[in-house]
């Protein structure tokens, strides 16, 4: 369902969440994932502890709430695609979105350094990068209605896209941002192109 059709409730409280989740990844990038607490996350929007407990169960629901956002729009953004579009270059596409606004917004760079300096979030995030490739699979499995082994072809294009992208973001945070996202991704996809077309 698009935002501007969802309930008024449903958009008042994703509203509330996304500046929870901005101020949350400030304080994040700031003074440490661990160093920081629910308390101060609340303060910073002007809200209670209490509160922030009505919009994320745990911290670590404040990055989940960030990647089911963009799993979600890379999703739909991938089946969107034109159906004739070659699928390592429909997949490719489909990560505009995150690119341009990640890079826009400023803060992808340095909460992505956080995450993957700190074990037990690289843990975490490890396993959202498995959800990743659930939520590109049906757009993918879309292609490949008719042909042989279709699950099985999915599950392998979808498990490469998402390799793709997680190389791309980890080869950008070690330049330091020097190196431009969205030239690492289509380097990576494009390395990619010859087994997600089935060509391979």
């Not at 994703?14 to 400030?26: E, F, H, P, S, Y």
């Not at 969107?80 to 803060?107: K, M, S």
């Not at 020097?178 to 390395?191: G, H, P, Y």
Request: aromatic residues 8%; negative net charge.
């Amino acid at each position: 369902m698009p935002p501007d059709e969802a309930p008024l409730r449903e958009r008042t409280r994703r509203a509330v969440q996304d500046r929870m989740t901005l101020a949350a990844i400030d304080l994040f990038v700031e003074q440490g994932y661990d160093a920081t607490t629910v308390g101060q996350i609340a303060a910073a929007v002007g809200m209670s502890e209490r509160t922030f407990f009505r919009y994320f169960s745990t911290k670590d629901d404040v990055l989940e709430h960030v990647s089911a956002h963009w799993r979600a729009r890379v999703g739909a953004d991938l089946a969107a695609r034109p159906a004739a579009e070659p699928t390592w270059l429909a997949a490719r596409r489909a990560f505009d979105g995150y690119v341009r606004e990640t890079v826009e917004q400023g803060r992808a760079l340095a909460l992505l350094g956080v995450i993957y300096a700190s074990p037990g979030l690289h843990g975490r995030h490890l396993l959202r990068l498995s959800r990743w490739t659930e939520a590109i699979a049906p757009a993918l499995r879309a292609r490949l209605d008719g042909t042989p082994d279709a699950d099985f072809r999915t599950a392998v294009q979808a498990a490469v896209v998402v390799t793709c992208f997680e190389a791309a973001r980890h080869a950008w945070v070690a330049s330091g941002g020097e190196s431009s996202l969205d030239e690492l991704l289509d380097r990576a996809m494009e390395s990619a192109a010859r087994l997600l077309d089935g060509s391979a």
